[in-house]
């Protein structure tokens, strides 16, 4: 059973920073993709930033500068730094990742965590 469960989402006031964090658990043979995706109320999920196993990173051209994807592949964990956070940033965000498990290769989503921008 592959698990992905993020933390660090809350309240933050504009211009405020969060560190987003996903921890991926279970029977992993090999971590490739992982990204950040984010679902605002009424709105369609959209990638925020995704960054491969070599390092190679991406992001949506409302973050660029703002946002920070990493990854530790000794823990099998990914990060988002977010800074000079704005309200439109506010949304569900979700962690995924193509990974490898029981000779399977799928794609999994975490549950997300709510991300608040507002004074």
């Known amino acids: 059973q592959v698990q992905l469960v993020e933390s660090g989402g809350g309240l933050v006031q504009p211009g405020g920073s969060l560190r987003l964090s996903c921890a991926v658990s279970?029977?992993?043979?090999?971590?490739?993709?992982m990204g950040w995706w984010r679902q605002g109320s009424g709105k369609q999920r959209e990638l925020v930033a995704r960054i491969t196993r070599s390092g190679n990173t991406n992001y949506a051209d409302s973050v660029k500068g703002r946002f920070t994807i990493s990854r530790d592949d000794t823990k099998n964990m990914v990060f988002l730094q977010m800074n000079s956070l704005k309200p439109e940033d506010t949304a569900v965000y979700y962690c995924n990742a193509d990974l490898l498990s029981q000779s399977t290769l799928r794609n999994y989503w975490g549950q997300g965590t709510q991300v608040t921008v507002s004074s």
């Open positions: 279970g029977s992993i043979s090999d971590i490739y993709t």
